[in-house]
């Protein structure tokens, strides 16, 4: 049996075709789906005929809700979900003032290695399905009876680790009979793999790009992330610049501020000479918790003279208020295992 939800339009229209059926029939069936109809019957403008053929070929395979955990503080809300080989993913849903949010997962576990982030104790699992991504949104939807307006790849896994589906996924949500969220409102957040950076922006798709930098050091940076010994900052860097060139749109910076790691005031300074004429701007995280490590946020002045230190040299600069933090939802807290 087939997974539908594994199908963008064009495969499906194939399918259609390779079955005798017009192309346009997977228009509807693709609509219904994604309006939340998962049972061929019930498709009412599918002829008795092709709904045998569909029920024959194609299942609707959904994962289970686990457990949905709710924050006191600021009503995020963060869903496990058990996929069908008993791996457990989380997804979550920030609520604000111009819509609803939520940050997938694209990997079960993550192979990055960065030191401060939960999502990599225990290295990847395996490779989420572009369906198992989808999945975590129309569960979410489901859970609060409202669609969702926005879409950041943040959550477990590197997305650029797990292209291909990474790809096929952004291609289905976006699709006007599918989920139909508009590129400008998904944002895609990497460590720096700057060959994919550069493949992403051939893509030219109009989603955002957010890279995590967290130093403008490459020594201080192998020291907190791994991946900085394969692609030093000149490259992901040059790689983000592409990325503007290709598709005009400004690139996150992400900087997650660590206690006496990487808040200085000569970071901040060496920051700004880095990215002074860059389309960019910089998205300041005071790093959460992970009860495994032990880095330290600055406290808030200190947090928010970095802030302005930027700012006041012509770089945007902006701190990330963490939402979820009572329920382990907040940035590099996402973990594999049910605790
Ligand atoms: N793999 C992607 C997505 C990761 S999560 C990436 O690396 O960008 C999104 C952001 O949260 C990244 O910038 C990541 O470095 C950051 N992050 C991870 N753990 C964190 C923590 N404990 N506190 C604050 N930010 C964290």
Redesign the pocket.
């Known amino acids: 049996m087939l997974n539908l939800l594994d199908y963008t339009l064009d495969e499906l229209q194939n399918w259609m075709k390779e079955n005798n059926e017009s192309a346009f029939r997977a228009k509807q069936v693709f609509s219904w789906i994604y309006k939340k109809v998962y049972n061929f019957n019930d498709m009412n403008n599918i002829p008795k005929s092709l709904k045998e053929k569909l029920e024959n070929s194609f299942i609707i395979d959904m994962p289970k809700i686990e457990h949905v955990y709710e924050s006191a503080v600021d009503g995020t809300k963060k869903i496990l979900l058990a996929l069908k080989d008993g791996n457990l993913i989380e997804c979550v849903l920030m609520k604000y003032k111009h819509g609803n949010s939520i940050c997938v997962s694209t990997q079960v576990g ?1 192979r ?1 290695g ?1 030191r ?4 990599t104790l225990e290295g990847l699992i395996r490779n989420l399905e572009p369906w198992e991504i989808i999945d975590q949104i129309l569960k979410i939807q489901e859970d609060i009876g409202k669609r969702v307006s926005n879409l950041v ?7 650029l ?1 797990n292209f291909e589906n990474t790809k096929k996924f952004l291609r289905i949500v976006n699709d006007k009979n599918g989920l139909n969220i508009g590129y400008r409102h998904i944002t895609l ?4 793999i700057a060959p994919k950076m550069r493949e992403l922006a051939d893509l030219e798709i109009p989603i955002n790009l ?3 930098l ?1 130093s403008p050091y490459d020594e201080k940076r192998k020291e907190i ?1 791994p991946i900085a010994n394969a692609y030093p900052i000149k490259d992901i860097l040059d790689a983000c610049k592409y990325y503007i060139k290709k598709t005009n749109r400004r690139v996150t910076i ?1 900087y ?1 501020l660590i206690k006496g790691v990487n808040d200085s005031e000569k970071e901040a300074q060496e920051l700004i000479r880095l990215l002074k004429g860059m389309l960019c701007h910089v998205n300041l ?6 009860e495994e ?1 032990d ?1 330290k946020r600055p406290n808030k002045s200190h947090i928010y003279r970095f802030r302005d230190i930027l700012e006041k040299n012509n770089i945007p600069a902006t701190v990330r208020i ?1 939402m979820g933090s009572d329920i382990g939802g ?4 996402l973990r594999r295992k049910h605790k």
């Open positions: 993550c990055m960065c401060f982030c939960a999502s790849l943040m959550g477990s896994g590197e997305p680790d957040s990497t460590c720096g957010a890279l995590s967290h992330m992400e997650s995280i005071p790093v959460n918790n992970v490590r880095f963490s907040a940035c590099g807290q």
